[in-house]
């Protein structure tokens, strides 16, 4: 699926009526109107923003080119607005800017006692809507689903206003995924995936409570990693290679490449035995697809066709 985000910024003024409440983590946030001066961070929270068509409501976007996660696609649909830092921003930044309205998550621009979190936001008036994937790291929590992204979508279109724009989109990504599902050809079995993001010493992964769990179970298969009780998280080499995956799923970001992963997996003598490698299967999703936002339904179609290759 691609975004077409230019067609989707014209959006008449908000219908629904304020003041509006909605769940964020454990906490409810009122609005009294729909903010005007909004931040969002990262790429994966941005493009939720753009694809309900909201950037008349932003002052900026934070958080993206520090980490060389910005794509032509990405690049085209924020062309009007500034990055106000290139990684997590500072209550400064935020101030200077006039925010109303920040949308990040839990290691989405804030950190767990960090300096800038909706408690030491909420001083200057600045209201936060948590990512909801992004929850398990301060609450209980379940097992990462796609609802996880359609209550985003759903949410933001409450907050701004929009909500028959976001029920619009949720049913038409609910659709999408029904009719690939429909056209597929079943698998015999769950094939197992480990999710290597980052990392030689130790692997940097997605646990039960990151995205990629759900896009790996849409898709057909079955994360190694559905029992580590953790979101993105680092695990031992050991137990990856117990767990023997049948393929790889590698997220593309940063300095080193899918290709270097895919070289160091390859290369290196230890994992010789583990399934994906012997058998040399490997598959790629951008960053912006393995975390939640609009991309993850092309991903889920990409991980359920490399599942089902030869």
Known sequence: MRLIFPLLLTLGPPALAYPVTVQSCDREVT??????A??????????????????DHMVGYTGISGWNKLDTEMRAGVAQLPELS?????????????????????????????????????????????L??????????????MEDMYADLLALGTIFGVSERAEELVAGYRATLEAMRAELPPLDRAPRVFVYDSGEDTPFTAGRYAMPTALIEAAGGKNVMDG?????????????IEADPEIVLIVNYGD?????????????????????????????LDYVEATPGPRNIGAVKTLAEAFRAE
């Not at 909801?132 to 689903?145: D, F, L, Q, V, Y």
């Open 38 to 55: 909004a931040v969002s961070n990262d790429i994966n929270l941005t493009e939720m923003m753009l694809v309900l068509g909201l950037t």
């Open 132 to 145: 909801t994937e992004s929850c398990a790291h301060i609450m209980e929590t379940g097992k990462a689903s």
């Open 31 to 36: 609005f009294g109107a729909a903010p005007q």
């Open 256 to 284: 080193v490449t899918a290709e270097q992963k895919r070289a160091f997996l390859m290369e290196n003598p230890a994992f010789a035995d583990i399934s994906a490698v012997r058998n040399a299967r490997f598959v790629t």
């Open 86 to 130: 290139a990684k997590y921003p500072s209550k400064e930044v935020l101030l200077g800017a006039g925010t109303d309205f920040f949308f990040a998550g839990w290691n989405y621009g804030m950190k767990v006692g960090g300096e800038v979190t909706p408690e030491t936001l909420a001083a200057f008036d600045i209201p936060v809507y948590e």
């Open 228 to 240: 580590f009780e953790k979101s993105w998280a680092t695990v031992g080499w050991e137990a990856v």
